[in-house]
């Protein structure tokens, strides 16, 4: 019977190695058979040199999409906070003007000038999201 290629070379599954269990890949989760145990002070196993090499290239696993799925997250409640900032600038702005039979009233201590602006502005602010 003549060796195979591996053989000659001297790699393979040595005979002590050939009954490992199966490994799940640290880069990709596929399952593969492993050549050779993992050393002591080794906490990742690769199915390929190419799962190594993207591994430790990114960081760890799926590091990239990580990071995506995070930034996403971050632009996501950051809309949110300015929708809840809005909804309740707004909330604010209703609870001092109090309507009357007479018309609205203002409650005291509160500054005619400073609403004229916020009214102003959240008219502007509104102007401008119909227009974007």
């Not at 799926?62 to 909804?87: S, V």
Request: one cysteine or more; hydrophobic letters at 25%.
């Amino acid at each position: 019977m003549t060796p195979s290629p591996a053989e000659k070379k001297g790699r393979g599954i040595s005979p002590n190695w050939s009954n490992l269990p199966r490994r799940r890949c640290a880069n990709c989760g596929k399952n593969y058979k492993p050549t050779r145990p993992l050393r002591p002070d080794q906490k990742h196993g690769f199915c390929s040199k190419k799962c190594k090499d993207q591994f430790h290239k990114n960081g760890g696993a799926y590091q990239k999409l990580k990071d995506e799925i995070l930034k996403r997250l971050d632009k996501e409640i950051d809309a949110l906070k300015d929708q809840l900032q809005n909804l309740v600038h707004e909330e604010l702005r209703l609870a001092r003007i109090v309507e009357t039979p007479e018309g609205p009233y203002i409650m005291p201590g509160v500054d005619t000038n400073k609403i004229a602006q916020e009214i102003a502005r959240d008219a502007a602010r509104d102007r401008k999201a119909r227009t974007s």
